[in-house]
């Protein structure tokens, strides 16, 4: 369902606009970046300041331990930012670490988990949708629509770059077709 922001007069879909309430089916008038500007430009105000300085000092004393303990690590880590560092990455490379943050990091772009990925790939008899080669599924990337975000297939890295070289523009892939059938001199 489509919506016209009051702020910058853009029609979105819905989802570009925040709920009123965790329990209304209502949405807020502006939609979400014209919301995130104005915060941020408040935030920068004098009074948006003030407001933020009192927030922060009524959160600090009601967890000061919190804080002091929060204090504590970034101290550690930036004392020790190389163990630091090399304990992130050797957290980072356990294999079910790495599959959570391909888990997240599917969720976060294209809104499917790596099982749902997986599903894709196989029902395309692990092939890339354009140029048919077999591809591994470590190898196998999802492509989407830019302009609707709805997830196409999946495609080898090849074929999505080339996709993405033209811009989602099927007038340039025609060209290029056209380019290749020519014969040279």
């Known amino acids: 369902m489509l919506k016209v922001c009051t702020k910058c007069g853009l029609e979105k879909d819905e989802n570009y606009f925040y709920y009123r309430s965790r329990i209304s089916k209502l949405r807020h008038a502006q939609c979400k970046e014209c919301t ?3 915060v941020s430009e408040y935030q920068r105000t004098e ?4 407001v933020r300085k009192k927030a922060y000092t009524k959160y600090a004393s009601k967890s000061s331990s919190k804080i002091k303990a929060a204090k504590r690590q970034a101290e550690y880590r ?3 930012r190389e163990d630091y560092l090399e304990k992130q ?6 294999p079910h670490v790495k599959e959570q943050i391909k888990n997240r990091l599917l969720m976060y772009k294209y809104g499917i988990t790596l099982k749902e990925k997986k599903t894709m790939w196989k029902e395309q008899n692990k092939k890339c949708l354009i140029c048919f080669k077999d591809i591994d599924f470590k190898e196998a990337v999802v492509d989407h629509d830019h302009e609707t975000g709805e997830i196409r297939g999946i495609l080898c890295n090849n074929c999505n770059a080339m996709i993405g070289f033209a ?6 892939l025609e ?3 056209n380019y290749l059938s020519k014969k040279l001199y």
Do not use: F, L
């Open 78 to 80: 930036n004392n020790n």
């Open 89 to 94: 990455r050797i957290y980072r490379e356990q």
């Open 36 to 38: 995130s500007n104005e």
């Open 167 to 172: 811009a989602d523009d099927t007038g340039v």
């Open 175 to 177: 060209s290029a077709i």
């Open 47 to 50: 009074k948006g300041q003030e």
